[in-house]
């Protein structure tokens, strides 16, 4: 088990900002592909931004623009900056990691082993 705790969430007018964070060891952090999902209504989780080893960066087209993941290694945790909140963007979110470098496939519960625990955001109108 991969201990991801995240942290963060709250409720927020449509419009405001909120940020994230997914704290975890060191090497977990820093040797992984560190990924946020949500979900709203339903079973699945749908991918919203990932962060490889590389650098590389993917978004889910909804926030791409809006929202930005980033990683700081001296802090051991991976952050998510989401700006220009809408109603839409309710969901509880989760981090996860597959332990692997990348992220392939991108944005996808399959390239997740290990998950968070979840912190709920609720954008009001």
């Known amino acids: 088990q991969v201990p991801l705790v995240e942290s963060g969430g709250g409720e927020v007018q449509a419009g405001g900002s909120l940020t994230l964070s997914c704290k975890a060891p060191?090497?977990?952090?820093?040797?992984?592909?560190i990924g946020w999902f949500r979900r709203a209504a339903g079973p699945d989780r749908e991918g919203v931004a990932q962060?490889?080893?590389?650098?590389?960066?993917y978004y889910a087209n909804g926030v791409k623009g809006r929202f930005t993941i980033s990683r700081d290694n001296a802090k051991n945790t991976v952050e998510l900056q989401m700006n220009n909140l809408a109603p839409e963007d309710t969901a509880m979110y989760y981090c996860?990691?597959?332990?692997?470098?990348?992220?392939?496939?991108?944005?996808?519960?399959?390239?997740?082993?290990?998950w968070g625990q979840g912190t709920q955001v609720t954008v009001s109108s």
């Open positions: 962060i490889s080893v590389g650098g590389g960066l």
């Open positions: 996860g990691t597959g332990r692997r470098r990348d992220c392939y496939p991108y944005l996808s519960t399959s390239s997740i082993d290990y």
């Open positions: 060191q090497h977990i952090i820093s040797r992984t592909c």
